[in-house]
């Protein structure tokens, strides 16, 4: 089996996994091109990319440009004469730098292409209570996550599973998924394909704060649903009046009910034991939440540490 000269493209911890599996394998990654260092916090401390830090612990040239058309960046990659490119969770790509290897740039996905095209396939996939997804891997094109996909893998999804879980398992089937393609290429054993038409995908959308408010007038398995498709990040949220403040309650775990009642969707009944929010056909119970300006913690704790207000209601 030859082994193939990479360069990889990547940031997050989900590329890193990717990143180190290919370095753990017989193939060489000859360099890695990630985000630039980034100041954050109050002391504004000078983070690097997940791929950065594994890079520059195993002696790989790193790569960090403004601008992935610039010259000087792109001689410098061509000098290190690569037969692939291996991109995992990383930027759009232009066509001149995409098309610069002799054997192309093929990029992981976390879902079974054409499904949930986006930046947001992990979440999306609980949100729409799916029970199976998966990861691709296919060859860049002009159109996103639209080019011919070489291998697939398919996972199932648990009722109670939430997005970060899931993100997890998909992030080291993916990095096996990675380096088996790399190895049936260096073979030519796999025979690429272009993706079916959809007439209705099922799309994966960057994901805004706007988009993360639990909307109470739907099913109670959709707001579960929703809730664990957003846990742990970005996170769900509701608004609850404490005394007379009303504050972001956000919501990373609970369970449901199904039931017949007359209460309405988005009213509230809560003591300093139980915390249950109605919804269109049922309840919701909230089991972990984080309040404005607290830390995260169990409903329990919650409504111990405001048991001295006379009312907590949703607002």
């Known amino acids: 089996m030859k082994s193939l000269k990479v360069i990889f493209f990547g940031t997050p911890e989900f590329a890193k996994t990717s990143l180190e599996a290919i370095h753990q394998s017989h193939h060489e990654v000859v360099g890695v091109v990630t985000v630039a260092d980034k100041a ?4 504004q401390k000078i983070n690097q990319s997940a791929v950065k830090v594994f890079a520059v612990e195993n002696n790989i040239p790193v790569f960090q440009p403004e601008k992935l058309r610039d010259a000087e960046f792109l001689e410098n990659i061509a ?4 037969d692939i490119f291996v991109v995992v969770a990383f930027r759009m790509m232009p066509k001149i730098l995409f098309e ?17 095209r986006g930046a947001a396939p992990i979440n999306y996939a609980v949100i729409n209570g799916e029970k199976k997804t998966g990861a691709t891997t296919f060859f860049i094109n002009e159109k996103i996550d639209e080019g011919n996909i070489l291998l697939q893998r ?29 190895d049936g290429l ?43 498709g957003m846990s742990p990040y970005p996170a769900a949220f509701t608004i609850v009046k404490i005394g007379e403040d009303q504050k972001f309650l956000k919501i990373y775990k609970g369970k449901f009910e199904i039931e017949s009642n007359d209460k309405t969707a988005g009213t509230s009944e809560i003591d300093k034991h139980h915390f249950k929010i109605f919804t269109k056909d049922g309840f919701y119970l909230p089991e972990e939440v984080q309040l404005e300006g607290k830390k995260r913690m169990s409903v329990k704790d919650f409504l ?10 949703m607002a």
């Not at 054997?103 to 879902?111: C, E």
Request: zero cysteines; proline letters at 5%.
């Open 154 to 182: 398919e996972i199932e999804i648990s009722s109670e599973e939430n997005a970060g879980e899931l993100h997890d398992r998909l992030m080291e089937m993916g990095a096996k998924l990675v380096v088996e393609t790399l």
């Open 186 to 228: 260096s073979e030519n054993s796999i025979q690429e394909k272009p993706q079916p038409e959809v007439e209705h995908p099922k799309n994966a959308f960057k994901i805004f704060k706007e988009n993360t408010r639990i909307d109470w007038t739907q099913s109670s398995e959709t707001v579960h649903n929703f809730v664990r």
């Open 100 to 116: 610069m290897p002799e054997m192309g740039t093929f990029n992981l996905h976390a879902s079974l292409l054409p499904d949930y």
């Open 40 to 43: 954050s916090g109050r002391g």
């Open 79 to 82: 000098k290190l004469n690569a």
């Open 304 to 313: 111990n540490g405001f048991q001295h207000y006379y009312h907590i209601s």
